[in-house]
């Protein structure tokens, strides 16, 4: 049988690639490439499949020098395997579009790793709002940013109010003097009161702002989604980080999942 190239189907004799692809980084994003539509190069899909794979060895070194167990590298290697099999039942032939190739390239740069159910992937907070710690109590505050639209439940709104026929919204207001920042507190259920709080900065220190080093959780697919499944992975990901990148430190866990609104 002939593969999506034209090339017969079967193992390949060719040696395996021993160095890894020097543009699968932030500053080469391969979400950018050009994505090869055209009948008369139907092996792209291909392609974007060998330029991942081929930065493996490159990955395995970067396990190897901060002494990462080899188990981990092929958990976190077994997305290959999930977006090759969803781009075949859906498309019909073996690899995978650009946009998976980006993906994939957190996993390659030691960025993102499985452990147990849960994927964590090293970033920066860019939400919203700060989140404030009490000095005395340990309570945690979190408040909105400033000129946020919210609708009369406390949602964000993530198109212009005047654009959405009926809908009460208003904006919200953050803003900072000498010994207090002002703003509407956002509650654990994401909803954000209009009525403004005072935290003063002599009770209240910012642990949760723009830019600050966090674990971001994301969901693979396969297994359930049970609560000891998933605490036991936020536990392993907490030693896994001390251990293995000791010189940084996260504030905690971030995630974005339609699962969240269910």
Wanted: proline share 7%; charged share 25%.
């Amino acid at each position: 049988p002939r593969g999506p190239c034209g090339h017969r189907s079967g193992p390949s004799a060719a040696s395996p690639p021993r160095a890894r692809v020097p543009f699968l980084d932030d500053e080469h994003d391969p979400s950018g490439f050009p994505e090869l539509v055209d009948t008369a190069i139907e092996c792209a899909p291909a392609l974007n499949l060998l330029i991942a794979l081929s930065a493996v060895p490159g990955a395995r070194s970067l396990y190897e020098h901060r002494r990462i167990p080899s188990s981990i590298l092929l958990d976190t290697l077994s997305d290959f395997g999930v977006w090759i099999r969803y781009y075949r039942e859906r498309f019909g032939y073996t690899g995978i579009n650009v946009g998976t190739l980006s993906w994939l390239r957190f996993h390659l740069q030691g960025r993102l790793f499985r452990l147990g159910r849960l994927q964590f992937m090293q970033g920066a907070f860019t939400r919203d709002l700060t989140v404030y710690r009490s000095t005395s109590s340990a309570e945690i505050r979190a408040l909105a940013a400033d000129g946020l639209t919210v609708d009369r439940r406390g949602l964000l709104l993530f198109a212009p109010a005047e654009a959405r026929a009926g809908e009460e919204a208003w904006t919200t207001r953050r803003r900072v003097d000498h010994d207090a920042v002002y703003g509407n507190p956002v509650d654990p259920a994401g909803l954000i009161a209009r009525e403004e709080v005072r935290l003063s900065f002599e009770e209240w220190v910012p642990v949760l702002q723009e830019r600050t080093p966090i674990l971001e959780i994301h969901i693979p697919q396969g297994g359930a989604m049970s609560p000891a499944a998933c605490a036991s992975s936020l536990a392993r990901a907490s030693q896994f980080f001390r251990d293995y990148f000791p010189e940084r430190t996260f504030a905690g866990f971030t995630c974005e999942s339609w699962f969240l609104g269910r």
